[in-house]
């Protein structure tokens, strides 16, 4: 058939020659393993020589084309070798990639150049050529298995045609049933999905029946035991009666609720049970009502709800599960399987798992080394797809010390809860707070349904616990409010029972609740206000962009000259520049953008953006910022969606950080945050080309003079500080910048502070011991500090009076 009126046998390294004869046809046009073999032969004069081939046998030959392949051409393995710029066969990854690319594609596009069957697809010939060839008696049909098959006493397999019966799988009627079951089965992962649907149309008759070994004999040649990935396909339906039968024993050997024996139970009982429509059989010899309450077990019980088993069991076992239902079923489509869930193995700390390695861990070792719910925990972050589920035992310790101190922080919580706000102010906070636990409570009960155990751990304790944080930090001020914090509490044991049921537990009995509780309903979702929690999340990014911008800041500016300029002096004012709308030509490209998502649900490809917007006189000043505008854009809405091109947000971002100015003052360890508009006056350019939801910021230092404030208190801990006071600090600002630098003090309103009645005499004055507060005068809650930055001098006013305080001002915090 290869056209050569003499065909020889040449050397390929890549030959295995232990499999089959050792000798394989040589298809240079398409195969690039054989290329490359060719053109090491017709290239290397001494590999030649090595094997003894003369020049006759390889020089005068060159690929034929045979197939056409889109993309390729007709000599696919010679387009690829090229591209790929293989240098012989020793490029293993090269050819490797050159098959991958070429073999799937010349086998499902690729169309026969030449013989009988020129002008037709590769996968339709295929068949009918074997069959000819058959015919023909010039070609037998030959097994062997994909790969080396050891079997478990160390011998390697080989493949023996043997009489056998098989399930015709691929028969289309039944084909058909199973692909239309499958559209109403849920599979939990899209890839699983496939796996199945890839299955069923790949599978044809499969071997169901061996000769040895435990199982079930072939109703209809008893020789035959059947295979165990065909067998026990429906034994879930015998789980619904087993408890009437069994008598409370794994073997059945005692005697059972009804009374019945193992003989009894014919085919034809079976039918009774299972089938809605089959008749009584009258002479089974068990009683119609015994049968009829097996009967309703298995109506209420039936379908399988759930089926969770390993991934590797997709491409046989579980879709016979499918298969034989639909058969055994035909006509109650209601007795189907419902869902199945496959997992992918287990890997322990990303490899897999080995004893011969030392890479392994009991079940009884891990529950010893990090407890019921420490591994628990672990094992519903080690993942929940079809991929390898990862347990690292890094995060398993991890995982611990996070429970212990979530019961921890429980305890300390109830204990001191009389501490916490009892008034319930509806702060922006205490809302934001209420509505992420809600949302959290509402995430994590769909993930639990869907069955997804690491999202459900992700939404339910990772993201609640950061809400609480959340909450924590920007509640310094005015505290945490009890009731809130105690639904919390309640909430957060409840979304993480299923996983770690022994903390969630204790934390039930912590807060006096009665009963376990594994027998408490799953809180309810209350009213979630997603502006408010959109806002909150821009003000943690706002805050987090501020303090990258000032790490930048005290870095100072990079020049060629000085590629390390000295630290700037920290700065104690920071002000933030707001834009009300975005500018003119952004407005322009994101009405465009919004109009082509909204009628077409996608946005065109950038070239086609380009044109349209070169069309724009509003653009022409800014085209060279106009695409990467468009690109920063686009994968916005890849994230956001239709809410990525909105030309305002949903909340009052200026109104947003004017409420928490403080928290950002205090995270940015500066002494005032201003917020402003970029229409003002005195707005630059820079400042406005900001758009809403990217502020601009701007760091500076507002001018002072540096007071010496002292703690008089021998043994207080509380140390001397030296505190910038600018002109107009009220004494709240003064306590609050004294209560930054000393972390001691917690409460701002409790400090006290003192200035010397004589300014100048007082510094010289030796202490009065055990009278700290002897010479000095309390500076009242309402005193305005004035200062005189060019004589450096402070004072305060109040009472209608100025009075210069000196140096140094005594500062008491007082016990609540």
């Known amino acids: 058939m290869a056209g050569f009126d003499k065909i020889y046998a040449l050397p390929m390294l890549t030959i295995k020659d ?59 393995a010679v387009t690829v070798y090229e591209k790929l710029k293989i240098q012989s066969q020793n490029d293993k990854e090269k050819l490797t990639q050159a098959k991958e690319m070429v073999y799937l594609k010349g086998f499902y596009d690729g169309v026969m150049l030449v013989g009988d069957f020129k002008g037709m697809k590769i996968q339709d010939v295929k068949k009918s050529l074997q069959k000819v060839l058959v015919d023909k008696n010039e070609a037998i049909i030959y097994y062997e298995p994909e790969k080396t098959i050891i079997s478990r006493s160390g011998d390697e397999c080989v493949v023996a045609l043997c009489d056998q019966w098989y399930l015709d799988y691929g028969e289309e009627t ?47 040649d008893e020789n035959w035991l059947i295979e165990s990935l065909s067998d026990s396909t429906i034994y879930n339906a015998y789980y619904t009666v087993a408890h009437l039968l069994q008598g409370n024993s794994f073997r059945g050997d005692k005697p059972n609720a009804l009374g019945i024996k193992a003989e009894q139970m014919t085919p034809a009982v079976w039918d009774y049970i299972f089938f809605k429509n089959s008749k009584y059989p009258a002479n089974c010899g068990i009683k119609k009502e015994l049968l009829d309450t097996m009967k309703r077990e298995f109506e209420f019980w039936y379908p399988v709800d759930m089926r969770a088993s390993g991934k590797d069991l997709v491409q046989n076992h579980l879709t016979y599960f499918i298969y034989n239902h639909c058969a055994i079923w035909l006509e109650d489509a209601s007795k189907w399987p419902k869902s199945i869930r496959a997992n992918g193995h287990l890997l322990l700390n990303s490899a897999k798992m080995s004893k011969s390695d030392g890479n392994f861990l ?106 609480r944080d959340k909450y924590r930090e920007l509640s310094l001020l005015d505290n945490m409010q009890v009731d809130l914090v105690l639904r919390f509490i309640e909430v957060q044991a409840l979304t993480l029972s299923p996983i770690c049921p022994h903390v969630a537990e204790k934390v039930w009995e912590l807060l006096g609740k009665k009963g376990s509780i594994v027998k408490a309903a799953w809180p309810e979702v209350g009213p979630i206000n997603e502006v408010d929690i959109k806002a909150s999340e821009y003000l943690m990014e706002a805050a987090h962009s501020f303090r990258v911008h000032l790490k930048t800041y005290l870095q100072g500016i990079k020049t060629k000259q000085n590629p390390n300029p000295p630290p700037v002096e920290k700065p104690n004012l920071c002000t933030v520049w707001v834009a009300k709308s975005f500018p003119t030509w952004q407005s322009c490209i994101l009405t465009v953008l919004k109009d082509h998502f909204v009628k077409h649900g996608h946005l065109p490809e950038n070239k086609a953006l380009s044109i349209e917007f070169a069309k724009k006189d509003e653009l022409k000043k800014y085209m060279k910022r106009v695409m990467p505008f468009v690109q ?73 003079v540096k007071l010496e404030f002292v703690n008089p208190i021998p043994g207080s801990g509380l140390f001397s500080k030296h505190i910038v006071i600018s002109n107009g600090d009220t004494h709240r600002k003064v306590c609050e910048k004294l209560s930054k630098q000393i972390k001691q003090i917690t409460k701002p309103e409790f400090i006290g502070l003192y200035r010397f009645e004589d300014p100048l005499l007082g510094l010289v004055t030796m202490p009065a011991f055990g009278e700290p507060l002897k010479g000095k005068q309390q500076i009242p809650p309402n005193a305005e500090f004035l200062v005189d930055l060019e004589n450096s001098q402070v004072s305060v006013a109040y009472d209608k009076k100025v009075i210069d305080i000196g140096q140094q001002v005594t500062y008491l915090y007082l016990a609540e």
């Open 18 to 76: 232990n499999k089959g004869t050792g000798v394989v046809t040589s298809v240079p046009s398409d195969s690039p393993d054989d290329y490359a073999a060719l053109t090491d032969l017709k290239k290397k004069e001494a590999f030649r020589e090595k094997y003894g081939i003369k020049d006759e046998m390889v020089l005068p030959y060159d690929p034929v084309p045979i197939i056409e392949v889109p993309e390729f051409g007709n000599l696919s």
């Open 362 to 467: 009991s079940l009884k070792e891990a529950l010893t080394k990090f407890s019921a719910d420490g591994m628990r925990l672990c094992l519903a972050d080690a993942g929940d797809s079809v991929e390898d589920a990862n347990f690292v035992e890094a995060t398993a310790d991890a995982g611990i010390l996070r429970l212990y101190t979530f019961i921890e922080w429980v305890k300390e919580i109830l204990k001191t809860k009389d501490n916490l706000r009892a008034s319930k102010t509806n702060s922006f906070n205490d809302k934001v707070f209420e509505s992420e636990i809600n949302l959290k409570i509402k995430e994590t009960d769909s993930f639990y349904n869907r069955m997804l155990f690491k999202e459900a751990l992700r939404t339910g304790f990772f993201e609640l616990q950061a809400a």
């Open 174 to 220: 039944w084909k058909k049933q199973v692909l239309n079951a499958l559209d109403s089965i849920e599979t939990y992962h899209d890839e699983v999905k496939r796996n199945f649907v890839g299955c069923v149309n790949w599978l044809r008759e499969h071997a169901c029946s061996r000769t040895y070994g435990l199982g079930t004999k072939l109703p209809w």
């Open 632 to 704: 920063a854009t686009r994968e916005k809405v890849d994230v956001l969606g239709l809410r990525a091109l909105a030309l305002t947000l949903e909340f009052d971002e200026a109104d947003i950080l004017r409420k928490n100015s403080v928290y950002l003052a205090n995270t940015l360890d500066v002494d005032e945050v201003i917020i402003r508009y970029t229409d003002e006056p005195d707005a630059t350019e820079k400042m406005k080309e900001c758009c809403p939801g990217s502020p601009f910021v701007l760091f500076s230092s507002k001018p002072g």
